[in-house]
């Protein structure tokens, strides 16, 4: 009866947990850093610094410098997720190791009608390391994961790979980049395997133009446009339901830098989610650089609140 009563649970907490197309493991889909979330996932020719392991890995060696981040987001239905990685850029290469963690140390457990008989935690790690390399105007990259899922006594490992490749054009003011993310397994956990929400991705970085203001010539506002073609790969789950459709998506966001000191942003999603608009700001100072996003959910689950930091070294 626990079993059963364990795994309507899981049941139950992959929509509530979920992006938008409602795949198994939602720690990847979630983040990885503030300034990833404010700009809606629009971020496979973003420069992430070291978060670019989990977006698009060949963006780590056209980089200009090395980087920590660190982020903390409160999810939905009081999911703590954390984020932290560094990337050393040596030359034309880059590589970098980071980590992913969300947990939930309160989920009401029940095994029939009634009052609750008590709670238990569920809890997802992914361990990251990634390289990549700057071959003429090309870079390529890959990444690999190790990723633990736990829920109540049970648990299980596996993994997952992400390839990408990136250039720049127009004195950088144009990147392009495609991503290949989360391919990979995972092992049994209760009845049946996570699915794993594999995507192709494609997108643009383009600065549109730089203007002034009139009451101040020494306030430069640039302004720029990102775009992501997101396009599912099917994926089979073990469980009755057999394979499941996802459609494709986009995600657009805009930028304004203000005199590379302020950043403001914001992003919209389109297909079947319940969160499509998302806002953020970014604060420079010196070699640091703090951020915040902000993304409501359209269904009565709540406001998500991300902060992160980036330190380039």
Same mark, same amino acid.
């Given at each position: 009866?626990?079993?059963?009563?364990?795994?309507?649970?899981?049941?139950?907490?992959?929509?509530?947990?979920?992006?938008?197309?409602?795949?198994?493991?939602?720690?990847?889909?979630?983040?990885?850093?503030?300034?990833?979330?404010?700009?809606?996932?629009?971020?496979?020719?973003? &420069? @992430? $610094?070291? /978060?670019? #392991?989990?977006?698009?890995?060949?963006?780590?060696?056209?980089?200009? +410098?090395? *980087? %920590?981040?660190?982020?903390?987001?409160?999810?939905?239905?009081?999911?703590?997720?954390?984020?932290?990685?560094?990337?050393?850029?040596?030359?034309?290469?880059?590589?970098?190791?980071?980590?992913?963690?969300?947990?939930?140390?309160?989920?009401?457990?029940?095994?029939?009608?009634?009052?609750?008989?008590?709670?238990?935690?569920?809890?997802?790690?992914?361990?990251?390391?990634?390289?990549?390399?700057?071959?003429?105007?090309?870079?390529?990259?890959?990444?690999?994961?190790?990723?633990?899922?736990?829920?109540?006594?049970?648990?299980?490992?596996?993994?997952?790979?992400?390839?990408?490749?990136?250039?720049?054009?127009?004195?950088?003011?144009? &990147? @392009? $980049?495609? /991503?290949? #993310?989360?391919?990979?397994?995972?092992?049994?956990?209760?009845?049946? +395997?996570? *699915? %794993?929400?594999?995507?192709?991705?494609?997108?643009?970085?383009?600065?549109?133009?730089?203007?002034?203001?009139?009451?101040?010539?020494?306030?430069?506002?640039?302004?720029?446009?990102?775009?992501?073609?997101?396009?599912?790969?099917?994926?089979?789950?073990?469980?009755?339901?057999?394979?499941?459709?996802?459609?494709?998506?986009?995600?657009?966001?805009?930028?304004?830098?203000?005199?590379?000191?302020?950043?403001?942003?914001?992003?919209?999603?389109?297909?079947?989610?319940?969160?499509?608009?998302?806002?953020?700001?970014?604060?420079?100072?010196?070699?640091?650089?703090?951020?915040?996003?902000?993304?409501?959910?359209?269904?009565?689950?709540?406001?998500?609140?991300?902060?992160?930091?980036?330190?380039?070294?």
């Amino acid at each position: 009866m626990l079993l059963t009563a364990i795994t309507g649970i899981l049941i139950l907490l992959s929509p509530i947990h979920s992006s938008a197309q409602n795949t198994g493991l939602d720690l990847l889909t979630i983040g990885p850093s503030a300034r990833a979330l404010s700009l809606n996932g629009a971020v496979t020719a973003e &420069q @992430l $610094g070291a /978060s670019n #392991l989990y977006t698009n890995p060949a963006n780590l060696a056209l980089e200009n +410098s090395s *980087s %920590l981040n660190a982020a903390y987001t409160l999810w939905i239905g009081d999911l703590n997720h954390t984020h932290a990685a560094i990337n050393f850029k040596k030359g034309n290469r880059g590589f970098a190791f980071g980590f992913i963690g969300a947990q939930d140390d309160d989920i009401v457990l029940r095994t029939k009608a009634g009052p609750p008989e008590g709670s238990f935690a569920i809890s997802l790690l992914s361990l990251s390391a990634g390289y990549a390399y700057q071959l003429g105007p090309i870079a390529i990259g890959g990444s690999l994961q190790y990723l633990r899922e736990e829920y109540y006594i049970h648990n299980a490992s596996g993994y997952t790979t992400n390839f990408g490749a990136a250039t720049q054009l127009w004195d950088k003011r144009l &990147q @392009l $980049g495609m /991503s290949l #993310l989360n391919l990979g397994k995972m092992d049994e956990l209760i009845n049946q +395997s996570t *699915s %794993l929400p594999t995507n192709l991705q494609a997108g643009f970085n383009a600065e549109l133009l730089t203007f002034t203001a009139p009451e101040n010539k020494n306030l430069p506002i640039t302004v720029s446009l990102k775009n992501n073609w997101v396009v599912p790969v099917k994926t089979t789950n073990t469980s009755s339901q057999g394979e499941a459709e996802r459609e494709p998506y986009t995600n657009i966001a805009v930028e304004f830098d203000i005199a590379e000191t302020i950043l403001l942003h914001s992003g919209y999603k389109t297909g079947d989610t319940v969160r499509h608009w998302t806002a953020g700001a970014g604060v420079k100072v010196g070699s640091i650089v703090a951020n915040y996003a902000l993304i409501p959910f359209e269904t009565g689950f709540g406001t998500v609140h991300s902060l992160g930091v980036s330190y380039q070294f």
